[in-house]
T-cell receptor
Framework: GAVVSQHPSWVICKSGTSVKIECRSL??????MFWYRQFPKQSLMLMAT?????????EQGVEKDKFLINHASLTLSTLTVTSAHPEDSSFYIC????????????FGDGTRLSIL | DAKTTQPTSMDCAEGRAANLPCNHS???????VYWYRQIHSQGPQYIIH???NNETNEMASLIITEDRKSSTLILPHATLRDTAVYYC????????????FGTGTLLAVQP
């Protein structure tokens, strides 16, 4: 089946640093990928839609300058949390869809980000 | 966007069938119903989806009512590893077709 890989699984860094998270579709090409954030005991919140070769579309309330998204190829999207602060600590999850709007999205295993 | 309503939590005995209900009374004609689950500290896992007909795969069955206003996910023989939060989602139509997660149902499979 379709596999989506995220890296890293865990990251701990100091406040003020920038952190890049990678999302790869391993056995299919994804023109569209999605980035979610999940706080403890809450549901997933969609942050942005990443489109290959064009700018990402951000959900209301998500700062595009804070969360930089690059989707340079059909198998890779990256999310960079710039100048991260403790309130950015969260579980970040990406997903990708193979083809056709009704086809299921497949999710990565998430990245747990802790900012000290 | 069609919204879904699910019970907050359910219990099921190991080996028995787990029936998870979902209401989506405002669903539009071409919108699909998707089910995902999330085991603690992992990314969501796709289970099944359907439009109007009942669907079955190796993981579960999806029963959609004739008026499409509700559906039921059936795990035929629940195991302890099926303990997870189950999300019923109606796929938002449009250019990006985003999956919007609600609060889901926490299914606890009891030994």
């Amino acid at each position: 089946g379709a596999v989506v890989s995220q890296h890293p699984s865990w990251v701990i860094c100091k406040s003020g640093t920038s952190v890049k998270i990678e999302c790869r579709s391993l056995d299919f090409q994804a023109t569209t990928m999605f980035w979610y954030r999940q706080f403890p005991k809450q549901s997933l919140m969609l942050m942005a839609t990443s489109n290959e070769g064009s700018k990402a579309t951000y959900e209301q309330g998500v700062e595009k300058d804070k969360f930089l998204i690059n989707h340079a190829s059909l198998t890779l999207s990256t999310l960079t949390v710039t100048s991260a602060h403790p309130e950015d600590s969260s579980f970040y999850i990406c997903s990708a869809r193979d083809a056709g709007w009704e086809q299921p999205q497949h999710f990565g295993d998430g990245t747990r980000l802790s900012i000290l | 966007d069609a919204k879904t309503t699910q019970p907050t939590s359910m219990d099921c005995a190991e080996g028995r069938a787990a029936n998870l209900p979902c209401n989506h009374s405002t669903i539009s004609g071409n919108e699909y119903v998707y089910w995902y689950r999330q085991i603690h500290s992992q990314g969501p896992q796709y289970i099944i989806h359907g439009l109007k007909n009942n669907e079955t795969n190796e993981m579960a069955s999806l029963i959609i009512t004739e008026d499409r206003k509700s559906s039921t996910l059936i795990l035929p023989h629940a195991t302890l590893r099926d303990t997870a939060v189950y999300y019923c989602i109606v796929l938002t139509r449009g250019a990006t077709n985003k999956l919007i997660f609600g609060t889901g149902t926490l299914l606890a499979v009891q030994p």
